[in-house]
């Protein structure tokens, strides 16, 4: 009996001491991983580390061994739009601000906030969701670091980041809510434009039709209602910038849109064109079907590309397709509209396109090959 006690004693003492070195080693691990990370110049410590923020260094130039600090309660800039609406302009010139960073579209943002609608629109998803203990607040959570770590990593680091994926502020009102010092820029742009571009570059949108003008302007007025409705909500947080006047006065519209993110104003963003490809400044995509058109400093040249180009019954049921084109301030009749005069430099910057003063560079000329022999091979 007594040896039979001391037995059970000894495997006890066993397993306690199993128990302990597990926990201690553990432990041990946990802390040179930490110190690995904090002794990372640049590096990126995950949230549970910095009690729910990332750190890494400025891209500024000025001290590039000062940590900076990531978290949900960041100025995040949200830009969007219909897609051809001027997005990658606006991002381009921000882009250009040694302060800022937006980088490419991400893609994969309105993916998994359209994702999220759909979940909380489903009634019988979200009873589903709440019953397996995935509720409201850990969706949020979820989200916030999922999005939050897209931002932060597919670019370098800023005091000010950030993101251009257009159809994002399909979902404004539920970004302010998870990002609550989160700025949003909404481009609009006339939308017989917009359809136009699409068609006629033949940029593929998820459920627009590009052989039907009518499709397409009806598809833009229900995504463009979608959103303004939500900026106009959103009041102070929100800025809607029109596509026309942004071009026709670049500095004037500029210098209101830094002054509402709160960013010191900066020169740089009159002359994106010039930083395209350099350290620090604007970052292209070889895919993005806007790259060959913002390489351009800011002009008029497609201000009015549509005009002419789309058919008579539509242009005739044009108030009806799309009567989100009077609300936004744009004439449904007006062929061509008057969009207003356009400042000198805008003026010289035109006569500089015309002149093909701007080329494609390397890199996008090499794209430009690719596409061309993906569309001439037999599918």
């Given at each position: ?234 009041a102070d947080k929100c800025l809607p910038v029109h ?65 002419g180009k789309i058919p008579a019954d539509v242009v ?64």
């Amino acid at each position: 009996m007594i040896g039979k006690l001391k037995q059970n004693l000894l495997v006890a003492c066993l397993v306690i001491s199993s128990v302990t070195v597990f926990y201690l080693g553990r432990h041990a691990m946990d802390c040179h991983h930490r110190i690995e990370e904090r002794g990372q110049p640049g590096g990126i410590l995950p949230l549970s580390a910095l009690g729910g923020s990332m750190r890494t260094t400025l891209r500024t130039g000025q001290n590039l061994s000062t940590p900076f600090v990531y978290n949900k309660d960041m100025p995040l800039i949200f830009i969007g739009g219909v897609p051809r609406s001027g997005t990658t302009l606006m991002r381009a010139m921000l882009d250009a601000h040694p302060e800022v960073r937006c980088g490419e579209e991400t893609r994969v943002i309105p993916r998994i906030l359209a994702m999220k609608q759909m979940w909380s629109r489903s009634g019988r998803e979200k009873m589903r969701l709440d019953e397996a203990g995935v509720t409201d607040e850990v969706l949020d959570a979820a989200m916030q670091a999922f999005l939050l770590e897209i931002i932060v990593k597919h670019g370098e680091p800023a005091n000010f980041l950030c993101n251009k994926d257009p159809f994002a502020l399909k979902s404004l009102a539920y970004l302010a809510k998870i990002f609550p010092h989160a700025k949003f820029v909404l481009m609009i742009r006339d939308g017989r434009a917009s359809v136009h571009s699409m068609i006629s570059r033949k940029v593929t949108i998820a459920g627009f039709d590009l052989g039907s003008y009518r499709d397409c302007l009806t598809k833009w007025n229900r995504a463009i209602e979608t959103m303004y409705t939500q900026c106009l909500e959103a009041a102070d947080k929100c800025l809607p910038v029109h596509y026309e006047q942004l071009v026709l006065h670049p500095e004037k519209w500029m210098r209101t849109l830094l002054k509402f993110l709160d960013i010191p104003w900066n020169d740089a963003v009159l002359h994106h064109e010039e930083l395209i490809g350099k350290a620090g400044g604007v970052s292209l995509s070889k895919v993005e079907r806007s790259t060959d058109q913002v390489i351009k400093p800011v002009n008029v040249e497609a201000l009015s590309k549509w005009v002419g180009k789309i058919p008579a019954d539509v242009v005739r049921d044009m108030a009806v397709i799309a009567p989100m084109l009077s609300r936004l301030g744009y004439d449904p009749h007006a062929n061509p509209p008057n969009y207003g005069q356009p400042d000198a430099k805008v003026l010289d910057n035109t006569r500089r396109v015309f002149k093909g003063e701007f080329q494609l560079p390397d890199f996008l000329k090499e794209s430009q090959i690719q596409k061309s022999a993906e569309k001439s091979s037999p599918s």
